[in-house]
């Protein structure tokens, strides 16, 4: 049998300016913006083992976690055993699978041009379609997990909640969810 090796990167690449920015940097020495924070593949996974942070590659709607000062990161990875923070979200937010994402895109971005008031007594309703993902017990920088998803803001996740679990649950052709009717 073949050895299994990982390689890990010291390195990311500057959003802004593309420049390579080191793992112990907290600027981008292209622009002196501030580096996102970053784990490589062992911490990261020790996170995950731990509890501290959440597989949400699947979507589902985000509870918890919902303040001003409770920003929710999300981790992607970025190859050479690498993760990175892509962007925040709060709890009232859906985010969107991978999969449906790719399938849904236009109706997503349509939806999330929508606001107003979110309401404070968001209720699911038991389904087989219901994908929680539960933020109330992560600590300061535990987060999520992503791939290339869509996040739902709360006002647009609350009108069209029961559609979002829909077309996330079935968007993966293989899906278990043919079964059950709406």
């Known amino acids: 049998m073949g050895e299994f090796r990982l390689e890990i990167g010291s390195e990311t690449e500057c959003q802004k300016r593309g420049a390579a920015v080191l793992l112990s940097s907290e600027t981008c020495p292209g622009c002196s913006s501030a580096a996102p924070h970053r784990l490589t593949f062992e911490e990261f996974f020790i996170e995950l083992e731990q509890g501290r942070m959440l597989d ?5 709607l985000v509870v918890g976690r919902s303040g001003p000062e409770d920003d929710i990161p999300m981790y992607r990875h970025f190859g050479r055993g690498i993760f990175e923070v892509v962007g925040l979200m709060q709890g009232g ?3 969107v699978s991978k999969l ?6 236009d109706w997503l971005e349509e939806i999330n041009q929508e606001t107003g008031e ?3 007594d968001l209720s699911l309703e038991p389904s087989p379609v219901a994908s929680i993902i539960n933020t109330n017990l992560l600590p300061e920088w535990g987060g999520l997990w992503i791939s290339y998803q869509f996040v739902v803001n709360r006002f647009a996740t609350a009108k069209w909640l029961d559609e ?15 079964q059950f009717s709406r």
């Open 164 to 178: 979002l679990l829909w077309r996330n649950a079935t968007a993966n052709d293989n899906n278990v969810v043919g």
């Open 93 to 95: 937010e859906f985010i």
């Open 56 to 60: 949400a590659r699947q979507g589902g």
């Open 100 to 105: 449906a994402t790719e399938k849904h895109r």
């Open 118 to 120: 979110w309401p404070a």
